[in-house]
């Protein structure tokens, strides 16, 4: 593997919070993030950028999945201001949570479509 500077630079930008980017909380949010819930949020659509992936890892009951709702938002929101198709996202979870994700997704953003 070469490491030409783009590559350079994302992975110094990954071990400095400082430098990622941090985007607006989606206009579609039907709630308040609190600083390390869109730090999450951010964390998530920093990685996009770059096509990568990632897993959140918080301690019970902080967030985690109204940080994903926010990402879901904000990837709904981007693709739309910049005319790409849209294309569906995928949540892997317990069957046991399947229905609080439901209840949280029509609460904190009812304009997201959920199968």
Not at 22 to 32: D, F, M, Q, T
Not at 35 to 40: F, L, R, S, V
Request: with cysteine.
């Amino acid at each position: 593997m070469e490491l030409n500077e783009h590559f350079v630079k994302l992975i110094s930008q990954l071990s400095r919070q400082s430098e990622w980017p941090s985007p607006l909380v989606p206009a579609g949010l039907k709630a308040e993030l609190r600083t390390y819930q869109h730090d999450g949020f951010a964390w998530l659509a920093f990685l996009r950028r770059y096509g990568l992936g990632a897993c959140l890892a918080d301690d019970m009951g902080l967030g985690k999945t109204v940080q994903f709702i926010a990402y879901l938002l904000h990837v709904k929101e981007t693709t739309l201001e910049r005319k790409e198709k849209r294309l569906p996202s995928l949540l892997i979870c317990p069957t046991s949570v399947l229905g609080n994700w439901q209840k949280e997704l029509e609460r904190f953003a009812p304009s997201l479509q959920v199968i």
